[in-house]
């Protein structure tokens, strides 16, 4: 009996440590401070290499169909295009709209994204046997006579979730994921 006791006492510290780990999104949100400064006409100013660097744009569109509340920001529902930037020693979202960047969000905080993670999350196109030939020949044709030094760009995915007092969007880009918070309502 003394030993059945003592197991469940150790499962109860040890399930009590795992749920103790759990983000506390209060104090997160308390310390991401928005960006002092303004940019110049609200232009990103590294959009010209990301133009020159991929055959696309590297960045995700996300859209809004609820207003989104941080701090003295008010974004309101639309498509933006969110891009991960870092700006004095600090990770910072750039939400553009209309090649203009309207909102500078601050990241709560920043992670590594886990292996593997896109090839279990993302949709994979399904090619028929003719779609697969082409593509073969046109990248064997591409690798061959490169025009350009232009590359395909990183995997990139947004996922969104509802807390009761937050809500957190999550940019994956490349290797890394982005949190960001935001109040379900301006009070």
């Keep these: 009996m003394k030993r059945l006791f003592l197991l469940v006492l150790v499962l109860f510290f040890s399930l009590g440590s795992v749920l103790a780990s759990d983000m506390d999104y209060d104090a997160l949100y308390d310390a991401a401070q928005p960006f002092e400064s303004k940019l ?3 232009i990103d100013p590294f959009q010209d290499e990301d133009n020159i660097k991929y055959y696309w744009s590297p960045y995700p569109l ?7 509340y941080f701090k003295d920001y008010k974004i309101e529902p639309g498509y933006y295009l969110l891009t991960p ?9 750039f939400f553009k709209q209309n090649g203009k960047v309207e909102f500078i969000i601050p990241v709560a ?6 292996v593997n993670f896109y090839d279990a999350n993302t949709p994979q196109v399904k090619k028929n046997a003719w779609q697969k030939f082409t593509g073969a020949v046109s990248k064997k044709f591409y690798n061959i006579a490169k025009d350009s030094g232009r590359v395909t760009p990183p995997n990139a995915l947004v996922h969104v979730d509802v807390e009761v007092k937050y809500i957190i969007i999550s940019l994956y880009y490349g290797e890394d994921k982005y949190i960001m918070l ?6």
Excluded: C, I, M, W
Excluded at 182 to 187: A, D, I, Q, T, W
């Design 109 to 114: 905080k920043k992670e590594r994204t886990p």
């Design 40 to 42: 110049y006409h609200d």
């Design 85 to 93: 930037r870092t700006l004095k020693d600090k990770d910072y979202v």
């Design 182 to 187: 935001f109040k379900r309502s301006p009070y």
């Design 62 to 68: 996300f859209r809004t169909s609820a207003d989104l």
